[in-house]
């Protein structure tokens, strides 16, 4: 592998490499697809790390996410500042753990981190109700909802404590064969 | 799993007071520090510090921590690496980890229609590329099978007859009394129309008969350039080739059958928590565009509402008085025997026109519509009775998760039973309905007269079969699909809206293919070039659908479930693979070869030239070989199998057992903890009522003491237990 390039240092690289499940190549051409977004923030040299922040209103309009209903939770749980506005490594992470070689256990977490809308580590009532509200389009009656949300408590929660932790979920995911190919963008 | 515990630690410290265990004050006068609240968090699933060795680096990908995080922890291993003694090995293993990385990468370019496939679920979901999948994985084996069949049998067809070698009567073989069956001359007029040309081509007759295509053009060449020492034995060739053709056919879909199996055994078969698995893991977040989104969200609707439907109708069900429930049982039953005599119709007139069109004998344009009758009738009924099937499913009220399994296996039986039935007819046929003592079998132990040489016939009929299916898909694409989709999308009348555009139904996709390639396996031995025709028919498959799917389909709006269906689709093609088998085991056993053509004419079965060439062998290993074949072989081979089958069965059934105590084992500690987390905070109600009211406790620590005294000499009297 030629060292042509001089966007990153070659030790950069080799941290991304290890902290993510891309290769080189791949690294690079999400490098300019984080770039494309928007061409005058983005400097072509990253080797000083510069501190550059996308505002989520330019990740939510990628093709891979723009109709995602939960693009905006996404965003939101991959980026440090929790508002949606994302760095490089930010982006790179979001995309290495929707990526088809993440591990289950990993995704899981994730993906309860990002079904939790009000950010308290457990997956309560609402948080259901909102997940199945995008879910669905709000289209489902009142009723309907209030069912379904019962149905599901009542299967995953262990613990009997009314709302769905950590573990439940990742109990719950264990046995749902799909989760590893829907929990999964291509990009 | 370690990282994730180990980063719960971080985020949940464990609290900083003496642990209830391990001190001798007792549980009530524990102390507690003044800002703890109720939200106790402990971490009990931390593991125990276990000697690990420290030389490990914890895989930064799997940490869900920030990358920024990461990158840290990855800068302070670096600089740990020249410090630990074991570095090189470190060095290696990434190394290694970066090659097989790398390896992985340059392999991923080989694999066939990566791409195209990945758009593919991406705009229309995982139940339509689980079909792509399966036709790829079809084309594969056709195609390694087709290099099987060539290297093996073709190619040394070829270059013996081209080196003009005789093909030799064995001097062992008796020909007296069965001249007449010797003649056999295919070979047709040098003059030809072009239309002969075109009707011989997808017939199989004619030119096409007398070539490498059907088994009748291979010959028994058996000894060869003696001066080379080389000797190529082609009959044994043929039959060997086509048994190891079977048997790794076999092996791949066992190994694909396991890799499905094995998700559907850990998940229970996923019967279990439908509606959590559904809200959390049914969103496929791999879908672009939003035409598809908003359909996936229709159909997330559509499959809740059916899914609380199907409760209440469960619980209606469940009251029904006993009338109500007789009647619906002997309207189902009466509806099977409808549908049973509708697929007995079927067959009664596929065998009638298998017969018809065996004896008949006109050329031109109207014999070639009687060659092609059984194929039609095939088709014809393959496509108006699972309709007809589906809305006699429709009244007999069963769920929809059912009606759609249902659908599926009558689907299966018509499809698979009806290729039975072409090939019942035609055996009757040739082999005079298995009496060869009747008047047309006598000389030649098979119908002579008609059949001069029948493995070309059956090997015709299976060509037939597989070209017809190939014409009517095309034209089913051209005449059926790309007009419907035009009437919908400019012609904006009711009738049309209601029809609505084509729907890519995943389901009679595969058994159609599941039905070629079946075809394929039961016409493998009389036309050895049925698997290469067979690899082009399918890839041509693969761009036809794929074109109609993006211009003509819109996604379905019934979802699918891809993983247990995949088992049932390998299942079924492993049927259609038993059906060829057997057709294959009998027809080389049982059957008289052809007198006046291919490798196999001067044996009393196909089978006997294994036997033959096994006596050349040198004397023990043709012992060793004769033994294994013998009845006295099966006994040991039988308690062989029955012991392996208990050890496997005894396996499993201890996997399952002890995953099933793993599971209420996790159950358990759910509720251990949350008893004890119930505990502790009633121990700090109590605690903190304490606080309130200073003068009570004064008392009850005296004789708490004194208590505590008796039992615990270690306790210091000086120590205070009030909280500071």
């Known amino acids: 592998m030629g060292n042509k390039q001089t966007i990153f240092t070659s030790q950069q690289l080799d941290a991304y490499q290890d902290c993510t499940y891309f290769t080189r190549k791949e690294i690079l051409r999400l490098f300019h697809r984080y770039r494309d977004l928007a061409p005058q923030l983005v400097p072509l040299d990253y080797t000083a790390g510069p501190d550059v922040r996308l505002p989520y209103e330019l990740i939510g309009s990628m093709p891979e996410l723009k109709d995602n209903p939960f693009r905006q939770r996404i965003a939101e749980v991959f980026s440090e500042d929790g508002e949606g506005n994302m760095t490089l490594d930010d982006f790179l992470d979001m995309f290495s753990v929707l990526s088809e070689m993440a591990p289950r256990d990993l995704k899981a977490y994730y993906a309860f981190k990002i079904y939790d809308f009000n950010n308290d580590d457990f997956i309560c009532r609402s948080d259901l109700e909102k997940t199945l509200n995008r879910l669905t389009r709000n289209e489902l009656t009142e009723d309907e909802v209030r069912m379904v949300c019962e149905k599901v408590i009542d299967e995953a929660d262990l613990d009997n404590d009314g709302r769905l932790s950590l573990e439940d979920f990742q109990h719950m995911i264990v046995r749902a064969p799909d989760f590893l190919s829907t929990f999964h963008i291509r990009i | ?724």
């Open chain 2, 1 to 724: 799993m370690m990282e994730l515990r180990e980063f719960n630690n971080q985020v949940h410290p464990t609290p900083d007071y003496p642990s209830p265990y391990g001190s001798q004050h007792s549980l009530r006068l524990r102390t507690v520090p003044p800002q703890e609240t109720s939200a106790v968090q402990f971490d009990w699933a931390s593991p125990p510090e276990d000697a690990e060795d420290s030389n490990e680096p914890p895989n930064l990908r799997e940490l869900p921590l920030h990358m920024g995080l990461k990158r840290a922890v990855w800068q302070v291993q670096q600089m740990k690496i020249p410090v630990v003694s074991s570095s090189w090995n470190i060095k290696q293993s990434q190394t290694f980890r970066r090659f097989c990385e790398v390896a992985k990468h340059v392999l991923s370019y080989f694999v066939l229609w990566k791409r195209g496939i990945q758009k593919i679920g991406g705009h229309f979901g995982g139940g339509v590329q689980s079909y792509f999948l399966f036709l790829r994985f079809l084309v594969i084996l056709n195609f390694l099978s087709s290099l099987l069949i060539a290297g093996f049998v073709l190619i040394p067809s070829i270059v013996f007859r081209s080196m003009n070698f005789n093909s030799t009567i064995p001097t062992t073989v008796n020909l007296t009394g069965v001249e007449i069956c010797l003649q056999y001359d295919p070979k047709p007029d040098t003059l030809m129309v072009f239309i002969t040309y075109f009707l011989d081509l997808i017939s199989g007759t004619g030119f096409m008969e007398y070539s490498y295509l059907f088994y009748g053009y291979y010959t028994n060449f058996n000894s060869m350039v003696e001066s080379n020492g080389f000797s190529y034995n082609i009959p044994l060739a043929y039959l060997l080739t086509a048994a190891f053709y079977f048997l790794f056919c076999f092996i791949c879909m066992i190994i694909r059958m396991g890799g499905t199996a094995r998700v559907a055994v850990v998940t229970g078969g996923g019967a279990t928590g439908g509606y959590s698995a559904l809200v959390f893991t049914g969103w496929d977040h791999g879908l672009q565009e939003d035409r598809t989104t908003k359909l996936k969200q229709s159909n997330f609707r559509y499959r809740l509402q059916v899914d609380l439907e199907e409760e209440r109708l469960k619980k209606k069900s469940a009251s029904l008085t006993l009338s109500q429930t007789v009647s619906l049982y002997a309207l189902r039953v009466f509806l099977n025997m409808v549908v049973l005599i509708l697929i007995g119709a079927t067959f009664y007139g596929i065998a009638k026109a298998t017969q018809f069109s065996q004896l008949m004998k006109t050329t031109g344009f109207k014999g070639l519509v009687l060659q092609y009758l059984p194929s039609m009738v095939i088709t014809a009924s393959n496509f108006v009775v699972p309709l007809l099937c589906d809305k006699i499913a429709l009244l007999e009220k069963y769920s929809a998760s059912t009606t759609v399994i249902l659908a599926l296996l009558r689907a299966v039986f018509l499809r698979l039973v009806s290729l039975g039935v072409l090939l019942y007819t035609l055996w009757e046929q040739i082999t005079c309905e298995g009496d060869i003592s009747k008047q047309n079998c006598i000389p030649c132990n098979y119908y002579y007269d008609e059949y001069k040489c029948w493995e070309t016939r059956v090997g015709q009929e299976m060509y037939k079969l597989t070209l017809f299916d190939f014409l009517i898909t095309i034209a089913t694409l051209i005449l059926v699909e790309f007009p419907r989709r035009i009437v919908v999308d400019h012609c904006s009348c009711k009738l049309t809206q209601w029809v609505g555009r084509q729907e890519f139904l995943v389901a009679p996709n595969v058994l159609a293919l599941v039905y070629s390639q079946t075809v394929v396996w039961t016409g493998a031995l009389f036309c050895p070039l049925l698997p290469f025709i067979n690899t082009i028919k399918f890839i041509l498959f693969y761009f036809c659908k794929k074109i109609t799917l993006f211009q003509n389909c819109q996604p379905a709006t019934r979802n699918f479930r891809s993983t247990t269906s995949n088992f049932f689709f390998l299942l079924v093609l492993l049927f259609g693979w038993m059906l060829a088998t057997m057709v294959l085991l009998y027809s080389v056993t049982k059957i008289h070869p052809s007198y006046g053509c291919g490798p196999f004419r001067f044996s009393p079965t196909m089978w006997e030239v294994v036997p033959q060439a096994a006596e050349m062998l040198n004397s023990t290993s043709a012992e060793f070989l004769f033994y294994m074949g013998s009845q006295k072989f099966s006994i040991p081979l039988f308690i062989f199998s029955c012991v392996l089958l208990c050890y496997v069965s005894a396996l499993t059934s201890v996997h399952g057992k002890s995953v099933a105590l793993l599971k209420s084992q996790c159950k358990l500690e759910q509720r251990d903890k949350q008893f004890l987390v119930r505990q502790i905070e009633e121990l700090n109600a109590t605690v903190q009522k304490e606080q309130r009211e200073p003068q009570q406790p004064q008392r009850e620590t005296d004789t708490a003491t004194r208590w505590n005294q008796h039992d615990n000499y270690a306790f210091d009297r000086d120590e205070d237990p009030r909280p500071y």
